[in-house]
T-cell receptor, first 117, second 113 residues
Framework: GAVVSQHPSWVICKSGTSVKIECRSLDFQATTMFWYRQFPKQSLMLMATSNEGSKATYEQGVEKDKFLINHASLTLSTLTVTSAHPEDSSFYIC?????????????FGPGTRLTVL | QKEVEQNSGPLSVPEGAIASLNCTYSDRGSQSFFWYRQYSGKSPELIMSIYSNGDKEDGRFTAQLNKASQYVSLLIRDSQPSDSATYLCAVMGADSGYSTLTFGKGTMLLVSP
């Protein structure tokens, strides 16, 4: 149980284009989903937190107009990197909290590796 | 600014030995503590969670928490080459009604056959 999927697993795009990443909780309802970014040899940095049906809360320094997050249902959240540039190349990972559990465990998706040329 | 500190390593141990991984955190109000394992190029995988002072054992893994010292550790007994990975310590607080995780930079563990 508690499986989270991400799509695509990797994407290469040209500078200036937009890229959408999907995060799905497959066997549970996720009240809260989190989006992280990880640069090589760095730790995971939280970008934003979203609750189903409400606006995302972005961490300091993360541009909300550049990283659009939609959490339209209890099983799906999307991150859209708008007008991507090479410095946005990174490993993007989502996680989801299971509303059916009493603990605050986050379950991570497999990640999406974005390369912007 | 909440901080989670880990020695980056690498920590090298021979197969069968005990590996000891340490983590300190700055936010005294933190309530939940997690250890994740991350293989190169993969996303983190939850190993252990611990919420109260003392030890918690799960198979070959033991997590230890000392809130007074703001210290969390993970012991891996009978280390195997497959345990070679980066181990991330994560601490959860409560901000604005959401439970967010703050990660350390991770400790790389190398288990030699």
């Amino acid at each position: 149980g508690a499986v989270v999927s991400q799509h695509p697993s990797w994407v290469i795009c040209k500078s200036g284009t937009s890229v959408k990443i999907e995060c799905r909780s497959l066997d549970f309802q996720a009240t809260t989903m989190f989006w992280y970014r990880q640069f090589p040899k760095q730790s995971l940095m939280l970008m934003a937190t979203s609750n189903e049906g409400s606006k995302a809360t972005y961490e300091q320094g993360v541009e909300k107009d550049k990283f659009l997050i939609n959490h339209a249902s209890l099983t799906l959240s999307t991150l859209t990197v708008t007008s991507a540039h090479p410095e946005d190349s990174s490993f993007y990972i989502c996680s989801a909290g299971d509303r059916g559990r009493t603990t605050d465990t986050q379950y991570f998706g497999p990640g999406t590796r974005l390369t912007v040329l | 600014q909440k901080e989670v500190e880990q020695n980056s390593g690498p920590l090298s141990v021979p197969e069968g030995a005990i590996a000891s991984l340490n983590c300190t955190y700055s936010d005294r109000g933190s309530q939940s503590f997690f250890w994740y394992r991350q293989y190169s190029g993969k996303s983190p995988e939850l190993i252990m969670s611990i919420y109260s002072n003392g030890d918690k054992e799960d198979g070959r893994f033991t997590a230890q928490l000392n809130k007074a010292s703001q210290y969390v550790s993970l012991l891996i007994r009978d280390s195997q080459p497959s345990d070679s990975a980066t181990y991330l310590c994560a601490v959860m607080g409560a901000d604005s009604g959401y439970s967010t995780l703050t990660f350390g930079k991770g400790t790389m563990l190398l288990v030699s056959p």
